[in-house]
């Protein structure tokens, strides 16, 4: 790597190090993963997300933790085509609460394959920086799998991508 032109391969998390799921499993395996990974004394979650891959260990998708909160409750998504007021969905939120917690348990047997987002984007470990930043910019994503070859060796994140250009720009 070049401090001029920097590629994802130097910054990516290693495929083995990212935690992943099989579309077979649930809810709960997914939220058992990545309680696992965990950092510092507070316990704060290491990875936003996961990889999603099929029985023959080959990705089919990915679960952030914005995926995973929707599935407890659908009305936690954003409504397609609503033309209500900004700030209302807080407010709705709070009559919500009671049932929201007393029936997220009961979505922990749901099967990930229903509810996972089909990998779109990816880049090749000899992308430069930019056009990685720029594809999550542009289909606002903040995790990326990483290709070489045509097998998946790793995942470049949004803060790896942030840290290495502030580090160049020397900001």
């Known amino acids: 790597m070049t401090a001029e032109n920097p590629v994802v391969r130097d910054f990516i998390v290693p495929i083995d190090k990212y935690p992943q799921v099989t579309e077979s499993q649930t809810l709960g395996d997914a939220v058992q993963t990545l309680m696992a990974a965990t950092c510092g004394d507070n316990g704060r979650l290491r990875y936003s997300g996961l990889l999603v891959v099929d029985d023959k260990y080959q990705l089919v998708g990915r679960l952030n933790l914005q995926t995973i909160l929707q599935t407890y409750d659908k009305r936690l998504a954003p409504a ?11 407010n709705l939120a709070i009559l919500w609460e009671d049932s929201f917690f007393s029936k997220c348990a009961e979505k922990k047997d749901t099967p990930i394959g ?13 992308d430069s920086l930019l056009k990685a930043l720029s594809i999550m910019l542009h289909s606002n994503e903040q995790v990326l799998p990483v290709v070489d070859n045509g097998s998946i060796i790793g995942v470049i994140r949004l803060e790896e991508i942030f840290t290495a250009i502030s580090s160049v720009c020397k900001l």
């Open 80 to 90: 397609k085509g609503h033309q209500g007021k900004d700030g209302e969905y807080p």
């Open 114 to 126: 229903d509810f996972m987002v089909a990998t779109k984007k990816m880049v090749k470990a000899e």
